[in-house]
């Protein structure tokens, strides 16, 4: 598993859960935060999944 630097800190992020906001939607997804400045963020591939769930929802009505 890859492992995240923080890049202002050089610190390791920790592995949290961060509340996502699309498209009206409100869901947990697992993402990473920095222990020292507390900036959150997701992995490239959670976001890539998360909009394309939403997005097929969506195309469904
Ligand atoms: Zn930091």
């Not at 592995?15 to 963020?41: F, H, N, R, W």
């Given at each position: 598993?890859?492992?995240?630097y923080?890049?202002?800190?050089?610190?390791?992020?920790?592995?949290?859960?961060?509340?996502?906001?699309?498209?009206?939607?409100v869901?947990?997804?697992?993402?990473?935060?920095?222990?020292?400045?507390?900036?959150?963020?997701?992995?490239?591939?959670?976001?890539?999944?998360?909009?394309?769930?939403?997005?097929?929802?969506?195309?469904?009505?």
């Amino acid at each position: 598993m890859t492992e995240w630097y923080c890049y202002k800190d050089k610190v390791q992020m920790l592995d949290t859960k961060i509340t996502l906001s699309y498209m009206q939607m409100v869901q947990e997804v697992p993402g990473i935060q920095c222990p020292k400045c507390g900036a959150a963020y997701l992995s490239e591939k959670v976001v890539r999944t998360v909009v394309r769930a939403a997005e097929e929802l969506i195309e469904e009505k």
